[in-house]
């Protein structure tokens, strides 16, 4: 658990951020990509801030952002330093070894530097003049990582009358800190937009993440050469919150290039290497060999744990030094062979779940997907965090694997209800594949993954509705949808009839035989839909008389986030009756002529539409 001792640090003063006028919010809902994409973001007029999508910078693939992070990571060091530290003095002892582009201070357990210098050879430079720790009577394991650690000849000289340094935050606000910035908001949608800055990944958090990559990579390549490790999830896909996990996988498939190799003349030449009867196996080794690696020469990772029976085997440890929770898995598609198809066979006769690691690569490559949807439209990821923190208030997610709702489901959910907004915020999953290329076609293991890459390809939506009309009219959608009949595709953008009895089906967006959320029971989602109901009761009220920000009564978002709402024995069945009364007025409401316009005088879309 040392990995959460991150986030000890200090916020800005509340009176710092509580003047929502002078935020762009485009820039609050801006998701890291390159230094240089966030100058430019900076540099518009406040104008996007309504849908989004006037934004008409060119916006980079997915795959170009990764990639330039990669890059970025490898010239980037990471520094244990003293507690206190001349930010000039240092920086000017590491100009030595070459120009620095970045660098940012951090706590977690002491003080933490990131270092991004101009050239990779920099790096080599550093670590030339670097010299291993003598420890007295215990022995240092000499291994040469970008991890150093920062000692002073004369502590007194140099630390005395020195400002300390400014440190980026890498943790969520308190609870009640939120809360109050919530209250101190002009109106709904600056709450939601508020809610998002405050949760969502920063620059610096972004980069200690890729670096954190990196440097598990170097541990990797001293027996793979050229593998890549490769995050994925929530810290890639633009919709991951300050303190989530770090998923990664060891990527093998850059060694199978050499095999793309003509041979010249009559000879073959080929590695000699071991066999085993099937890519499980061989995943369960190599990740077995890394753990050891990790936790015997891996600097700052503690708390190793091998996990290789589960279905996808991986390795899960604490970066005690950007303190995140690590799990690493593995895809290695290049070992497969005639024994590793029986196997699947076999699994499929009985009806087991067979490993694939093209899990992997699907696992990616959704990541992707909603790295785009969360790109076209400044309200998508605003929704989506808030969404999520609403469910996590009310104890509809958790960290705990169970019957709960999982927030990838409730991310696919909001996806689905832009879709079906008019005109549409969102593409289909179809309509994104039609716009695909050549280059774009992927197929998994079967599956069809392709969609379209290049974002500026896809048209803008016209759709104008404000956050707050979009927040209380998802509570309505999925307050009164019929779960009993219907699923939820995203492929298609529409309700089609459940090919399964599970009380909640999201068919997955491109295994579409797999229902994401089948591990949600029936109580969980008679849950989620009593909440949601009077969620979307209490701004149906707030538009009666709306409550003054600066008062001390909690209105808007901050009211729905409130425990009291959430508490109580079993709101499936104290709560039904009045659940059912809220349906009902709320559909009263609904065909109110006094009703059918929304916030800004505009007729709103009906989600049926």
């Known amino acids: 658990m040392a990995a959460r001792g991150v986030g000890l640090l200090t916020r800005l003063p509340l009176c710092v951020q509580r003047s929502p006028v002078q935020r762009p919010v485009h820039r609050l809902l801006s998701y890291p990509g390159t230094v240089a994409a966030d100058l430019r973001r900076e540099e518009q007029p406040a104008g996007s801030a309504e849908t989004g ?246 600097p700052g990772c503690v708390g190793v744990q091998k996990i290789l029976n589960a279905r996808c085997p991986l390795v899960r440890f604490s970066h005690q030094a950007s303190g995140f929770q690590c799990d690493l898995t593995t895809n290695n598609r290049k070992i497969g ?117 290049d974002l500026n390809k896809i048209k803008p939506s016209g759709n104008t509705e404000t956050l707050e009309l979009l927040l209380k009219e998802f509570f309505e959608y999925f307050g009164n949808f019929a779960f009993n009949k219907n699923s939820i595709n995203i492929r298609q953008g529409k309700e089609q009839n459940k090919p399964e009895s599970s009380p909640l089906h999201i068919q997955n967006p491109f295994e579409t035989s797999l229902n994401i959320s089948k591990n949600v029971s029936q109580s969980q989602l008679q849950k989620f839909i009593d909440l949601a109901r009077e969620s979307a009761w209490i701004l149906h009220q707030e538009d009666k008389g709306h409550p003054s920000p600066s008062g001390n009564q909690p209105w808007g978002l901050a009211a729905l986030l409130l425990p009291s709402v959430a508490n109580g024995v079993s709101l499936a069945k104290k709560k039904k009756p009045a659940s059912e009364r809220i349906k009902n007025l709320l559909e009263s409401i609904k065909s109110g002529p006094e009703n059918s316009t929304n916030t800004n005088g505009k007729r709103a879309a009906s989600p049926q539409s």
């Open 337 to 453: 062979d005639r024994l590793e198809a029986q196997f699947r066979l076999l699994c499929r006769v009985v009806g087991l779940d067979a490993y694939s690691p093209d899990r992997f690569w699907i696992a990616l490559r959704s990541s992707e997907l909603l790295y785009i949807y969360g790109a076209l439209d400044s309200r998508v990821r605003a929704l989506v965090f808030t969404v999520r923190c609403w469910a996590r208030a009310h104890s509809l997610t958790s960290s705990i694997p169970g019957a709960w709702i999982t927030n990838f489901s409730l991310t696919i959910m909001v996806i689905f209800f832009l879709q079906r907004r008019s005109p549409p915020i969102l593409p289909t999953l179809d309509y994104l594949k039609t716009l695909a290329d050549a280059e774009d076609k992927c197929i998994i293991e079967g599956h069809n993954c392709t969609f379209v890459r």
């Open 53 to 298: 999508s006037e934004d008409r910078t060119p916006k980079k693939r997915f795959c170009e952002v990764q990639n330039e992070r990669r890059e970025q990571a490898q010239r980037t060091v990471l520094i244990h330093c003293p507690s206190k530290i001349s930010e000039k003095r240092f920086l000017k002892y590491l100009s030595q070894h070459g120009p620095i582009n970045n660098h940012f201070f951090y706590e977690s357990f002491g003080l933490y530097a990131v270092v991004e210098f101009h050239q990779k050879e920099s790096v080599a430079s550093l670590q030339s003049v670097t010299r291993t720790p003598s420890l007295g009577a215990e022995a240092a394991i000499p291994f040469r990582s970008r991890y150093f650690s920062l000692k002073l000849k004369n502590p007194s000289n140099q630390t005395s009358g020195q400002p300390s340094v400014q440190c980026s935050n890498q943790s969520s606000p308190a609870s009640r800190k939120l809360f109050d910035l919530l209250c101190c908001a002009e109106n709904v949608d600056d709450q939601l937009n508020t809610l998002t800055k405050e949760l969502q990944l920063t620059e610096e958090n972004t980069r200690l993440r890729h670096l954190t990559c990196s440097l598990i990579e170097d541990v990797a390549a001293a027996y793979f050469p050229d593998c890549a490790i490769r995050p994925f999830g929530s810290s890639v896909n633009s919709f991951g919150k300050l303190g989530c996990d770090l998923d990664m996988f060891l990527d093998l498939d850059d060694i199978g290039k050499f095999s793309a190799h003509k041979a010249s003349g009559n000879f073959l030449m080929e590695f000699q290497v071991k066999n085993v009867p099937s890519e499980r196996i061989a995943s369960q080794k190599i990740l077995s060999v890394i753990g050891e690696c990790l936790d015997h020469f891996g």
